[in-house]
């Protein structure tokens, strides 16, 4: 039942082969059994999720079942879930219960979804490896020596090991896409403004966008219709129709012209990802797409920049978490001072304090102009590049990451070698364009992605794109070993 | 040699919007601590500001009545610095992109001249919550009910050059801000307060280092600030020493200033525009829209009380500048058929009763309509001015119109010639002295003792007798 997708659990669910409350049960008691294996959830929501299961199985003999009825998801713990602790991966939330929910997460409970639980995450989304969390390291599924990519590594993991069939993320500078292409799964970052962030904690409000993550294609277009759509609550969320997602996901390729960045394929990246983004391109070629060799001349500083502007933004985000009115207080304060100072150095973890010492720095009097005001600039430079790109092609094409899963504390000491492993995810951020990640093939006996980068508003022509090749393709139906040995 | 002073003024003014500036909490003033702050006020995670509109038009209805640029575009930026009355970490404020451009006010100075003031600008920003040091045994407490409240903070150029030129300026913006509706304006709840910055010069020099003192919430106290650093400041050169640029605390009750921070103390706050908040963008539509519904100002309306109701340039000034005042002064004039007695009225009887009981003219026990009854039974000579009084009294203190009060009370004014001359009989006949004095005194000596008789005359009548015939009759019997 664990293997099945969102789609197929939906038909059975529709069949009557087996409940919602059945489905979720087991599911249930798949985590409990091999959570302490992943460390892929933060806090578990059994006792709701069944009274949920209970409910939609109850809509559903009553004919009414909407979209999501009776499937069961996980929320990044980084979406607020009122009664249900959200901690975003910090020890300062490591009390926190949110008196509401996130438009996210009320928009899939009115959708019928089952939340089983809030999944792990590097700490306030800071982290491309999943070793910031307060809570500790998530497992890849398909090494457990190796990190699950970052930040939404919780929710990647969780689907990769069969534990959940869908779940919500969030992507600053690619925790939807990395993770996914590290763990095997498919996972889409909407266009900026395309799902409301009302609810969701911040880490760098002018790239954080709440995205889907599922096995298939298929299953993110599903989640994304839920997900989707204008919130007043949430003054960048844009006022613009959703369009039916499923309905386009069969249309053929022919004619898809499919930009190919050099700047993608140079110095840094793995020879076996290489070879496994030029057979998925093959493939779009074969099923009559045409390739495009492009250039986005400024993809170089797209790290430099991003790693200006968010922090930047995260600095004053981030003050708010003071002690003062909930989260983490440090015992027996003296003075403001001391309630301040200890705190958040107690309450944050090193990676969160040194994103909000760079941000603090860059915005400070006298290197505003030279640092945040350049990186403005940079980021305007790199949107131009895919505005020029986009003139002439439909959908860009490239890797998602350098290389798959690197093993724990392989780049601890040298926080620069983690942010670049976010090189071609962190452009889509900046220039506000969606872009999803699916699976391409194995390096090393560990999935790698091909990302797919779409114009602004154009997710529908990306799933489409991601659905055919999956059609094709097996790399999205792969398991992780473990799994299939366990069960046999 | 003489020392010039120069004055730049920064006012806070609270907009009289229901919701906060980012928040649907309301704003009401004097709630129990803590019960008008929403998640987004207390910065919970994951919340989200939403710009309030009725604010960005309040702004905008202030600019329009300065003649100030309405800029198409501005932009909220944040303002980070840690304080516990500060939920986010930083207040959401304009900077580089205020939505009031410049603009200028008039006003009118001792000697009846008039001076322009230019306005640098004037931008929306959101209020802090407040931290109440007392009561709390040595712990400080936190009330962020304020949290949230839209402000307008409005920016003088330094062309102000004394103490009653910044109260003039202060004045003339209250009655515009009021007259406008934007802001209650009540200074004894926080509404309006103002920042003082000040510097001496010798005439023709460069200006001088200036301090600012900071949180004003009266006219008086930011005269008496303005003096004290006045004073202080050439003190400090005329002994050879150097004004520091620092914020300064004035306190009213003692009347004294003391130095909160210097310069060097001063915090990087490190704006940059809020990722939050989209540009605010103002279709010329809109300031059209605003611009054709913008309520009559002070200086409009003064100059219609004297072309629609005759009255004196002076009292239209004095009943043109308080909003309710004026709105009470038509009703009162409508009510009543003769504006110039109503003016008189409302600036005499009224206003010195709503002073020594300290009630709002919105309060005031007397309506309009019952103060135009009573005014109607003056013109048509049923009561004569000193038995209004009486009359205005009962009114004061509850009674429902001036015709019920006349009547239950018998003040109808005597006009019967032959009941007058009854009484005038009465008063000659028990002042025989008094007749034969007057008789025998030279004509200049006359008038001051015919006083005499008539104040025995009103007082034998209970004052209600009609004064004219008491005079005519009067002067007859005893001229004649």
């Known amino acids: 039942m664990h293997d099945l997708t969102l789609a197929q659990m939906c038909h059975g669910l529709a069949r009557r082969d087996f409940s919602s409350a059945e489905l979720t049960r087991h599911l249930l008691e798949r985590i409990g059994a091999a959570n302490p294996r992943y460390n892929a959830f933060i806090t578990m929501a059994s006792e709701t999720a069944l009274a949920q299961a209970a409910a939609a199985d109850r809509r559903r003999a009553a004919g009414d079942a909407p979209a999501l009825c009776g499937l069961p998801i996980a929320h990044k713990d980084i979406f607020c879930t009122r009664g249900l602790r959200t901690s975003c991966g910090s020890r300062m939330l490591d009390n926190f219960v949110p008196p509401y929910d996130a438009t996210v997460v009320e928009r899939c409970a009115a959708a019928g979804a089952v939340v089983l639980g809030k999944t792990n995450m590097d700490e306030f989304a800071m982290g491309s490896s999943n070793e910031t969390s307060y809570y500790g390291p998530v497992k890849n599924p398909w090494a457990t020596d190796c990190v699950p990519g970052g930040s939404s590594g919780g929710s990647a993991a969780a689907l990769a090991a069969r534990l959940v069939p869908g779940a919500t993320a969030s992507d600053t500078g690619g925790s939807i896409r990395q993770p996914a292409a590290l763990c095997g799964v498919t996972g889409l970052k909407p266009t900026y403004g395309r799902v409301s962030r009302w609810g969701m904690i911040a880490f760098a409000s002018s790239l954080d966008q709440a995205g889907p993550m599922a096995r298939t294609a298929e299953d993110v277009a599903l989640l994304l219709q839920v997900m989707a759509g204008f919130d007043e609550r949430d003054s960048t969320c844009l006022d613009r129709p959703v369009p039916n997602y499923a309905a386009t996901l069969e249309q053929p390729l022919a004619g898809l012209r499919i930009g190919v960045p050099e700047e993608y394929f140079g110095a840094g990246l793995h020879p076996g990802t290489e070879r496994a983004v030029r057979e998925a391109l093959a493939e779009f070629e074969r099923q009559g797409a045409r390739l495009v060799a492009i250039s986005l001349p400024h993809s170089g500083l797209a790290v430099p920049a991003y790693y200006v502007i968010a922090p930047a933004e995260a600095s004053a985000n981030l003050s708010r978490f003071d002690g003062v009115r909930y989260g983490h207080r440090c015992a027996d304060p003296v003075d403001l001072r001391d309630l301040y100072m200890r705190s958040r150095e107690e309450g944050f973890g090193d990676e969160v304090k040194r994103r909000i010492l760079i941000g603090t720095y860059c915005l400070s009097a006298g290197y505003y102009d030279a640092y945040y005001n350049k990186a403005q600039q940079v980021r305007r430079l790199i949107r131009q590049d895919f505005l020029d790109a986009f003139a002439n092609v439909d959908l860009i094409l490239g890797p998602t990451c350098p290389n798959p899963a690197f093993a724990f504390g392989a780049k601890g000491g040298d926080p620069v070698a983690m942010y670049l492993e976010d090189i071609y995810t962190i452009a889509a951020n900046l220039a506000g364009l969606p872009a999803l990640s699916v699976p391409c093939g194995l390096v090393d006996a560990k999935p790698v992605g091909l990302q797919i980068i779409g114009n602004y508003f154009d997710e529908a022509r990306m799933l489409n794109a991601a659905h055919r090749y999956q059609l094709a393709t097996g790399w999205h139906q792969l398991a992780p070993p473990a799994l299939t040995e366990t069960a046999a | ?480």
């Not at chain 2, 004196?312 to 002064?329: M, N, R, V, W």
């Open chain 2, 1 to 480: 040699m003489s020392w010039e002073t120069v004055i730049g003024l920064e006012v806070h003014l609270q907009l009289a919007t229901r919701s906060k500036l980012f928040s649907g909490a309301a704003t009401a003033f004097g709630a129990a601590p803590n019960t008008q702050a929403c998640a987004i006020d207390l910065a919970l995670p994951g919340t989200l500001p939403l710009l309030n509109k009725a604010a960005v038009e309040m702004a905008i209805r202030f600019g329009l009545a300065v003649d100030a640029a309405i800029n198409p575009v501005s932009v909220f930026e944040r303002k980070n610095y840690f304080y516990p009355d500060l939920p986010k970490g930083y207040q959401t404020t304009q900077l580089a992109h205020p939505i009031v451009g410049p603009g200028h006010l008039d006003i009118e100075l001792a000697d009846g001249r008039e001076k322009r003031i230019r306005i640098h600008h004037a931008h929306l920003e959101e209020d802090a919550g407040k931290s109440l040091h007392e009561d709390f045994h040595g712990l400080s407490g936190i009330d962020l009910n304020r949290a949230g409240t839209p402000l307008i903070e409005i920016v003088t150029e330094p062309d102000l050059r004394n103490a009653e030129e910044a109260v003039a300026f202060a004045k003339k913006l209250h009655a515009i801000v009021t007259a406008l509706g934007i802001s209650d304006g009540d200074m004894s709840q926080g509404s309006m307060r103002f920042d003082v910055n000040v510097s001496v010069r010798r005439p023709g020099e460069p200006l001088g280092t200036r301090t600012e003192t900071k949180n004003l919430n009266s006219f008086r106290f930011m005269e008496r600030a303005i003096a004290k650093e006045v004073a202080r400041q050439i003190g400090v050169l005329e002994d050879g020493g150097r004004v520091l640029q620092e914020t300064r605390l004035y306190d009213g009750d003692t009347d004294s200033a003391r130095a909160m921070r210097s310069k060097e103390e001063a915090n990087d706050y490190r704006y940059f525009p809020c990722p939050d908040l989209l540009p605010v963008h103002v279709a010329p539509a809109l300031i059209e829209q605003l611009r054709a519904s913008q309520p009559e100002l002070p200086d409009a309306r003064r100059a219609r009380f004297v072309a629609e109701h005759g009255l004196s340039d002076y009292d239209a000034g004095q009943l043109a500048a308080d909003t309710p005042t004026a709105h009470y002064f038509e009703a009162a004039a409508k009510a009543s058929g003769d504006p110039k007695l109503a003016a008189n009225w409302v600036m005499g009887e009224i206003a010195a009763r709503l002073n020594s009981t300290e009630t709002a003219i919105a309060a005031c026990p007397v309506s309009p309509a019952q103060l135009g009854g009573l005014l109607q039974r003056i013109l048509d000579r049923t009561i004569s001015n000193a038995i209004a009084r009486q009359v205005f009294d009962a009114l004061w203190n509850g009674a429902s119109d001036a015709d019920a009060v006349i009547e239950a009370k018998g003040l109808k004014q005597v006009s019967d010639s032959g009941a007058i001359a009854a009484l005038v009989d009465q008063v000659l006949v028990a002042n025989p002295k008094q007749v034969a004095d007057y008789r025998a005194a030279p004509d200049d000596k006359k008038a001051k003792m015919f006083g005499f008789f008539v104040g025995q005359a009103m007082k034998a009548s209970g004052g209600k007798v009609n004064p004219q015939q008491l005079n005519a009759l009067l002067a007859a019997r005893l001229n004649g």
